[in-house]
């Protein structure tokens, strides 16, 4: 006959019994989901000053413009007209707010209508008093003006708009039959690739 267990060791045995059990009901849970991590927005890259700081003082009397109140009427100005109109009624000090996209890349809603061809929002931005550009000028079809530019600063015909568009792009998208990007290419004659955003008739 085996010897009696201890009342010790039966308290022991139990213990791990116990555990080991709960232990395998846990691992047969299903396990709970982890919440979504945030989208990661933009960061301000770093910097410090390597030269003297200017002598005048922003008195920043007023806050800045939010940025996400930026970045969606950039958005919507690439391609709905109703928000642009919604968004710049509402808060009409957005119509000349310019997103930086990363690195410089620039771009207002004027910007983001222009370089899509959208006729209609560049021209309701512009009724609103949206500051117009060389860029845009192309795209609508203003030879006269562009002209201009050109010959105050002939190296404008190298210029980048948003996202690295160029002006032949922008005259590509064009209402005028071609006399804009006819002038452009006179000027400096460019491969042109299909443009995207160029509506078939």
């Not at 039966?10 to 691992?27: I, N, P």
């Not at 620039?106 to 009724?127: K, P, Q, Y």
């Not at 005259?171 to 006819?182: M, N, P, S, T, Y």
Request: aromatic share 8%; with cysteine; proline share 8%.
């Amino acid at each position: 006959m085996s010897d009696p267990i201890s009342r010790r060791t039966f308290t022991t045995l139990s213990a791990g019994f116990v555990l080991g059990s709960a232990a395998d009901l846990r691992a047969d849970e299903p396990k709970k989901a982890e919440p979504p991590k945030p989208t990661a927005g933009p960061v301000e890259a770093a910097f410090e000053r390597d030269y003297p700081a200017p002598a005048f003082k922003p008195a920043w009397k007023n806050p800045q413009l939010n940025r996400v109140l930026v970045q969606d009427f950039v958005v919507f100005a690439h391609s709905d007209l109703d928000m642009t109109k919604k968004l710049a009624e509402k808060y009409p000090a957005v119509l000349n707010g310019a997103m930086d996209w990363g690195n410089g890349d620039w771009e207002t809603g004027l910007g983001g209508a222009s370089h899509m061809g959208r006729h209609d929002i560049v021209e309701f931005l512009l009724e609103k008093g949206a500051r117009i550009d060389l860029f845009c000028a192309a795209m609508m079809g203003q030879l006269d003006a562009v002209k201009s530019f050109l010959t105050l600063q002939p190296k404008l015909i190298d210029a980048k708009g948003p996202h690295g568009f160029t002006l032949h792009f922008h005259a590509q998208l064009a209402r005028d039959g071609g006399k804009v990007l006819d002038y452009l290419q006179s000027v400096k004659k460019v491969e042109l690739k299909p443009n995207p955003f160029l509506k078939k008739p």
